[in-house]
């Protein structure tokens, strides 16, 4: 049973991404050498502070959780991330109290690492937002625990894990996701992403990502990971001015530039991370060709053209789409990575378009001829360099 929380970026966490720490603080955005550029304002009500009053949520007692894990046995835990492990435990579906294993709720405990990289900020944030924002696409916080020292989150387990695992990492565990999924998935991340632009106050994500798309057993998407998401502007205000946070390769050039974060911020990591699933290739990969390593740049070029198309669709999808249906999602994809952020398209566009996508009948055999003209040039081209790297079962 697989469960993935994201880092946050100051630096890539080893959980999340399967390298070494050293290699993932060279792969993070740092606050300390970015943020130079953008006008910091004060934290909104729900990333700073205290628990609102008005979070739907439980206060689990610490000695409740210890039982509920069987101590954070070792053997419980589900990974490692930035804010500190998670581990795998029961309790019942009624009063919320300890289980035995394998009887009532599964839960994921997050458990606040004090050495970590994401400190109170972080943990308040992810309870006052998704404490008070309720949708099918959004994971679900069941409660938290703040007793002395101890920082827990309790969480809703996710049978399939993240989105990231099932795209990069190889392994009889993880097959090959297939296009309809791939498209559901993408579906369902970009109401998430809708909803939480269209909430009475917006929120913006910040840091939308494929090892923060977690999936259920049915292969859902839920948006996890609300440490970084800050309320949009209000009022006649086009922007928000903060700290430049996020992740290396996902983050919007001009949020990068000036620090200003605005809903279209989101819809460029969309974009990235539908480019990532049409290719089955990583945003950043310094292992692939030169030329090749920013897979965004790269693919750009290729994404309206029928002709040139399925040299980056990823190989394992052969013969499940049309031609018709490729040219679509690329097109897509390449709106959102739009280097002007006014005329990227909103997240209800992009749930409208990729739900006519899914709409659409063209033979997907009409296309075998095209994809098999290009079947050896995408083998050789893998043969050329390793397969992305693995991460971690449980991320």
Same mark, same amino acid.
């Given at each position: 049973m697989g469960v993935c929380w994201s880092n946050r970026i100051k630096a890539e966490s080893p959980y999340h991404t399967g390298s070494n720490s050293k290699n993932a603080m060279s792969d993070g955005i740092s606050p300390s050498n970015l943020s130079s550029k953008s006008a910091t304002v004060p934290p909104t009500p729900r990333s700073e502070g205290e628990i609102l009053e008005s979070s739907n949520l439980h206060n689990f007692p610490f000695n409740e959780l210890k039982v509920a894990t069987r101590n954070f046995r070792p053997d419980s835990v589900l990974g490692e991330g930035g804010f500190? #492990? *998670?581990?795998?435990g029961w309790i019942d579906e009624n009063s919320l109290t300890a289980a035995k294993p394998g009887i009532g709720l599964v839960i994921a405990v997050k458990k606040h690492n004090q050495e970590g990289f994401q400190g109170h900020r972080e943990w308040l944030a992810e309870i006052n937002y998704l404490g008070q924002l309720q949708h099918p696409n959004l994971v679900k916080l069941i409660g938290y625990c703040l007793e002395d020292d101890h920082r827990l989150l309790v969480y809703e387990c996710m049978p399939k894990g993240s989105m990231e695992n099932h795209l990069f990492r190889r392994g009889s565990y993880f097959q090959p996701l297939s296009w309809s999924i791939r498209m559901k998935v993408a579906l369902g991340a970009a109401k998430g992403l809708a909803f939480l632009h269209n909430a009475e106050t917006k929120v913006i994500y910040r840091d939308f990502k494929t090892s923060n798309i977690l999936l259920d057993s049915e292969f859902n998407a839920k948006l996890s990971d609300f440490g970084l998401a800050r309320d949009g502007p209000t009022g006649d205000k086009s922007h928000v001015s903060t700290r430049v946070m996020g992740t290396f390769g996902y983050a919007a050039p001009e949020y990068l530039s000036t620090g200003h974060l605005t809903t279209k911020s989101d819809v460029f990591s969309f974009g990235v991370v539908l480019l990532e699933m049409l290719t089955g290739k990583r945003a950043i990969d310094k292992n692939r060709p030169s030329g090749e390593h920013n897979l965004v740049e790269w693919a750009k070029p290729y994404l309206t053209n029928k002709r040139r198309i399925l040299r980056v669709m990823d190989i394992r999808l052969e013969g499940q789409y049309s031609l018709s249906q490729a040219l679509g999602a690329g097109n897509l994809a390449l709106q959102c990575l739009c280097m002007e @952020?006014?005329? $990227? @398209?909103?997240?209800?566009? *992009?749930?409208?378009?990729?739900?006519?996508?899914?709409?659409?009948?063209? #033979?997907?055999?009409? #296309?075998?001829?095209? $994809?098999? #003209?290009n079947r050896h040039a995408k083998a050789t081209e893998w043969a050329g360099y390793p397969r992305p790297s693995a991460s971690p079962l449980y991320t």
């Open positions: 500190g #492990s *998670v581990f795998k @952020p006014k005329i $990227r @398209p909103t997240m209800d566009d *992009v749930v409208k378009a990729l739900e006519q996508l899914q709409g659409l009948k063209d #033979s997907v055999k009409g #296309s075998q001829k095209d $994809r098999h #003209s």
